[in-house]
């Protein structure tokens, strides 16, 4: 008979069941701890071991792993010394693999001719990837002399296999007419094919092609697309490119935050379009908080990478104390640099500094070079600029005909000083002028609902409307306002007379 317990006492079997089953977790545990400090092989071990018994396809296999870093830490000098074992044998993607070592000099010296050489072998196997990078060799000239028909010869053999990248090679060689007559068209259907695999690059170019008109019918909408498809695989220049449909509003609603987000995408990678455009964007506080900080820090990027409207830019910070001390000898500095570079806008900008002696001595008669310089490239504040030095014989000979011309340039292209300034020409009959209130009553007109004042709201040069008014019979009121009516409509704008 099984002597009886009292319900609250255990069995005397429960502490031995309790003890088996802690020492099993103990056991369990050792034996994981034993296998941390003393692992087993590892499938890298078993290839390794594979490898050095001779097995061709475990060293081009472990020359991969060391390659891409795949199960042990990425080794170009290891991957080199498995594929040249391998290639040694004729195996085509092996010799592919070392031939793209020699090529960018990694784990070997650098050497396009030995690259050429492994890539040959390979191409001649017909391993497309090799048939591409030779066609590449020739395409830039690296180890072998320049010969746009072989590159193309070679891009053609890559791409009846199917390889996209070589698909992108053509059509840029049919765009550029490199080796082939130009043909935008026939680009168009190499970049789909290789657009269709992916290949990021023949995707913006293609939104370029479309955006351009290029081979196809002008299509923003379209480029667009074709540009968010590339950008989403992080190409730069369809970034930029996007950025820039943003901030012109092509193909999509006007949208400047969102043109500084693809900007900022692109510069980050290095672009210096797009650092250009994003100093412009913190310059102006366009689409971003303005900011003088970031503007320099982009400024000075784009500027030192020859970008001309960041140069610019980067002489008015110094000369506006912008961001930076001022320092007119430096703002000078940059601006001659855009500005002998032809940039308009920084001619203007050197002629304005030669006139007032910002960083320089003031000479007008430089400032008259500078101003012509960029007036002849349509700049309107030149325009006008040049036209106020024939009016005043500053740094040029006193011309109020020339000064009315270069006045009626500025004027037509919108700017509002310069109307303001043709209708007190037209009001006093200054510059040789007989006075005529009509012209002058247009002009005022115009002026006055100008949308680009720059900040004026009433004019800064004589005569008022009220004025002009209590001279003008009701006829010449009228007459002058059709006339402003009519220039206002030949010059495609959206003003309109109260």
């Known amino acids: 008979m099984t002597p009886a317990y009292p319900d609250h006492l255990p069995s005397p079997a429960a502490p031995r069941r309790v003890w088996a089953l802690a020492l099993a977790i103990l056991a369990v545990a050792l034996f994981d701890a034993w296998r941390i400090t003393h692992p087993g092989p590892t499938a890298t071990d078993t290839l390794r071991a594979q490898a050095l018994a001779g097995n061709v396809s475990a060293e081009y296999n472990l020359g991969r792993a060391y390659f891409f870093g795949r199960g042990v830490a990425r080794d170009d000098t290891k991957a080199a010394y498995w594929f040249r ?15 793209y070592l020699c090529d960018h000099g990694l784990g070997v010296p650098r050497d396009h001719v030995t690259a050429n050489r492994l890539f040959r072998r390979a191409a001649e196997q017909g391993f497309a990837m090799a048939q591409y990078n030779l066609g590449i060799s020739y395409h830039l000239g690296a180890g072998v002399r320049q010969d746009d028909a072989k590159a193309l010869y070679w891009y053609r053999a890559a791409a009846a296999q199917g390889f996209v990248k070589a698909d992108d090679a053509i059509g840029f060689f049919y765009l550029h007419e490199r080796g082939v007559p130009q043909d935008a068209a026939m680009a168009v259907r190499w970049f789909r094919k290789a657009a269709a695999g992916g290949v990021a690059r023949a995707q913006a170019e293609l939104g370029y092609l479309h955006d351009t008109g290029r081979g196809v019918k002008r299509d923003p909408v379209r480029a667009a697309y074709w540009y968010r498809k590339a950008a989403a695989q992080g190409d730069a220049d369809a970034e930029l490119n996007l950025g820039t449909l943003y901030q012109s509003g092509r193909g999509m609603p006007r949208n ?38 970031k503007a320099v820090h982009w400024c000075r990027l784009a500027a030192h990478r020859g970008m001309v409207a960041s140069q610019d830019a980067l002489g008015y910070l110094y000369v506006k104390s912008r961001g930076l001390p001022r320092d007119d000898a430096k703002g000078g500095y940059w601006t001659r640099k855009a500005a002998n570079r032809g940039f308009a806008s920084a001619q203007e900008d050197l002629g304005a500094m030669y006139l007032n002696g910002w960083g320089m001595a003031a000479d007008p008669v430089a400032a008259a070079k500078w101003f012509r310089r960029a007036a002849r490239q349509g700049n309107p504040a030149a325009e006008a600029q040049l036209a106020a030095l024939y009016l005043t014989g500053n740094g040029v000979p006193q011309d109020g005909d020339r000064a009315l011309v270069w006045f009626h340039k500025a004027a037509d292209q919108g700017l509002a000083p310069a109307q303001y300034m043709l209708a007190a020409i037209y009001s006093e009959g200054d510059a040789g002028q007989v006075p005529d209130p009509v012209k002058s009553y247009k002009w005022l007109v115009i002026a006055r609902r100008n949308p680009n004042q720059l900040g004026m709201t009433r004019s800064p040069f004589p005569p008022g409307e009220a004025f002009l008014d209590r001279r003008m019979t009701n006829a010449q009121i009228v007459l002058a306002g059709a006339e402003a009516v009519a220039w206002i409509a030949r010059h495609g704008t959206n003003l309109a007379p109260r």
């Open 85 to 99: 074992k391998v290639a040694a044998r004729g195996r085509p993607k092996a010799e592919t693999f070392l031939g």
């Open 256 to 293: 400047a935050a969102t043109a500084a987000d693809w900007y900022r995408k692109a510069a980050r990678q290095g672009s210096p379009h797009a650092q250009d455009r994003l100093c412009g964007l913190y310059v102006l506080g366009e689409g971003v908080a303005r900011d003088d900080a």
